[in-house]
């Protein structure tokens, strides 16, 4: 089945998905890494994008973020995206495409599945086989949410705050929430529903932002099991 057109509405959280062509390697190194960073970190303050939570595998990221305006996360990602290529082709002396196509995203039900999308992008390195524990895994958002250093690029969605009422105790509670891990099933409908571009929520989300843009959200009944394993984007 066709993926939906991209759909991008402000004030509301995307999960982002940039993989590279053929799946091959888009960071060599720490200093590729940290280029993506700066870079993410500066245009995401430019096009009003705040950012939840991010991981960098070996040849694709996540994101977790929500645009204030209706063109600043596909600004952000075409900046971002076009750049980073200009950097990594000139460091590495080689030319030509390093991204699989446009970046792949979906809006999400802030409610239901904000922290499982943050919980699933910090596990993606543990799903991968990178690391036993998420914290091991020194590029992802997860180690500023549980204390161990402070991430400038990062814009904590008010649920996250919602945790504890003092630092320590948000941070134990993120840690033991990432611990508990999500359901398969939830893990299944956030990777698919970013790869295919169906927006992510129960009957009543999908029905309101349906009468809001006059467009189907999804191919069927929010929450309906799959009926085959969608493809890994952490392979």
Same mark, same amino acid.
């Given at each position: 089945?066709?993926? !939906?057109? @991209?759909?991008?509405i ?10 590279? /062509? /053929?799946? &091959?390697p ?8 940290? %280029?993506?960073?700066?870079? =993410?970190?500066?245009?995401?303050a ?5 950012? $939840?939570?991010?991981? =960098?595998?070996?040849? $694709? ?10 063109? +600043?996360?596909?600004?952000?990602? !075409? ?6 290529? !200009?950097?990594? #082709? ?5 030319? +030509?495409?390093?991204?699989e196509? @446009? ?5 999400? &039900? ?12 910090? =596990? #993606? ?12 895994? @020194?590029?992802?958002? $997860? *180690? $500023?949410?549980?204390?161990?250093? &402070?991430?400038?690029?990062? %814009? ?6 919602? =945790?504890?009422? %003092? ?16 359901a398969?099933? !939830?893990? *299944? ?29 999804t191919? +069927? ?13 952490? *392979?």
């Amino acid at each position: 089945m066709a993926r !939906q057109p @991209r759909l991008t509405i402000p004030g509301y959280p995307h999960h982002v998905i940039q993989r590279g /062509n /053929n799946r &091959q390697p888009v960071f060599v190194d720490d200093r590729d890494r940290e %280029t993506l960073l700066e870079l =993410l970190t500066a245009y995401a303050a430019s096009h009003k994008v705040a950012v $939840h939570a991010w991981v =960098l595998m070996d040849n $694709h990221f996540h994101l977790l973020a929500t645009p204030s305006t209706d063109t +600043g996360l596909p600004l952000m990602m !075409q900046a971002v995206g076009r750049r980073y290529v !200009q950097l990594f #082709n000139k460091r590495h002396a080689r030319s +030509g495409t390093l991204w699989e196509g @446009r970046y792949r995203s979906t809006l999400v &039900q802030t409610d239901r599945y904000l922290l499982a999308c943050m919980a699933y992008i910090d =596990l #993606n390195p543990v799903r991968a086989g990178m690391v036993q524990r998420p914290a091991d895994h @020194r590029w992802s958002s $997860h *180690r $500023h949410y549980i204390g161990l250093v &402070q991430d400038r690029l990062l %814009t904590p969605h008010p649920l996250a705050w919602g =945790l504890g009422n %003092t630092p320590f105790a948000r941070e134990a509670a993120y840690a033991d929430l990432v611990q508990q891990g999500i359901a398969l099933d !939830q893990q *299944r409908a956030l990777t698919e529903s970013a790869l295919k571009g169906w927006v992510l929520g129960d009957r009543s989300f999908l029905d309101a932002l349906e009468t809001r843009t006059d467009r189907r959200m999804t191919r +069927g009944q929010a929450g309906r099991p799959v009926s085959r394993k969608p493809r890994d984007p952490d *392979r």
